[in-house]
């Protein structure tokens, strides 16, 4: 049941997509999400050097016999970053699948993708920029709604209504997301037109995520409400946990403040040892409104399991109605 495109294109077991996170998609992360039946997208960001990206890689390899892809990040982060170089060593191991997110679709890399032949998934949040990845000639979209957790751009289109419209739009296959948690959500976006389902949030609470376990706890206590956009006026709207570190760089906002002020609350190296410490309010968390639908920590792939199980039931009871 629910094999599409995407899962015969991907060779996965389930439609599922684990969501690139920084920090968080670690090698050992993405192997958990590969051998759960999924995706797992590493994370090249996370890495500085060429060599510390390829042993990374590496370490995938060795965890898991399953696809993988490698996430090309395009959005703006505080180092110089060469995206050709994390391509040179993805193609150089052999990796398959390569995905892009971000604020442009990559119009300098795609050739490259096209030469080296790989599948090309791009990840953005509005049909106009589907289409224009699409004509340059991305395999797969992903799109993801403003319930999302991480970027949400400007355009402010709920999952509802971006997953139907992208997929009347493109006639490449697409992956939905942004508000699945369980089997209601994953079933409800294959409904909307996907054939494949990206999941971020819901899987920041597995048993396997590298963040500390009292983090884990209190997102767990999260509600749907409990999360807030912020960096707006950077234009770099991201839906985070509304915590301390959050409702201080909205009221920096508020105020007007500069860019440095701002960057400074939101730095990776602030989220990081929140993730490692457990440290609550000392950075900024992305996370979606799904939050509010998690009650337990279970593995990757008891949560995929289950995912399918409530599916295929919800399915079945649908048909028998
Ligand atoms: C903690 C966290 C970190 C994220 N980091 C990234 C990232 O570095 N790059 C990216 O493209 N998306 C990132 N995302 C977005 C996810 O890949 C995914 O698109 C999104 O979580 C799906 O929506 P959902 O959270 O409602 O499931 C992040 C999401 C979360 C929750």
Not at 250 to 259: F, V
Request: charged share 20%; proline share 3%.
């Amino acid at each position: 049941m629910f094999q599409t495109r995407i899962t015969e294109m991907l060779g996965i077991e389930y439609p599922l997509v684990g969501g690139t996170m920084m920090w968080i998609s670690t090698p050992e992360f993405v192997a958990a999400v590969s051998n759960g039946g999924g995706l797992g997208v590493l994370a090249s960001v996370m890495y500085e050097s060429r060599e510390a990206f390829a042993t990374a890689i590496d370490r995938v390899y060795d965890l898991t016999d399953k696809p993988f892809a490698v996430n090309i990040n395009l959005f703006p982060i505080s180092r110089p970053v060469d995206n050709r170089l994390y391509l040179d060593v993805a193609i150089e191991k052999g990796v398959r699948i390569v995905e892009t997110s971000g604020h442009a679709a990559p119009e300098d890399l795609c050739s490259r993708f096209k030469e080296a032949g790989l599948i090309w998934i791009h990840k953005c949040v509005g049909i106009r920029y589907a289409v224009k990845a699409q004509n340059l000639g991305a395999d797969i979209i992903t799109v993801v709604g403003y319930e999302n957790g991480g970027a949400t751009g400007k355009l402010d289109i709920g999952t509802m209504v971006l997953v139907p419209c992208v997929s009347q739009a493109v006639d490449v296959p697409i992956i939905g997301g942004g508000g699945v948690s369980d089997g209601r959500g994953f079933l409800a976006v294959l409904a909307l037109g996907a054939e494949g389902v990206i999941v971020g949030t819901r899987l920041l609470i597995t048993q396997e995520a590298p963040i500390h376990d009292d983090l884990k706890r209190a997102l767990l206590q999260a509600r749907e409400v409990d999360t807030m956009l912020i960096m707006r006026s950077i234009g770099a709207t991201h839906r985070v946990w509304a915590n301390a570190a959050a409702r201080r760089c909205a009221e920096l906002e508020k105020e007007q403040a500069g860019l440095a002020e701002i960057l400074q609350i939101v730095a990776g190296d602030r989220a990081k040892r929140m993730y490692d410490a457990g440290a609550l309010d000392e950075g900024v968390i992305s996370c979606g409104q799904c939050v509010g639908l998690i009650h337990d920590i279970p593995t990757v792939k008891e949560l995929f399991d289950r995912i399918i199980t409530q599916a295929s039931d919800i399915t079945k009871r649908l048909a028998d109605s």
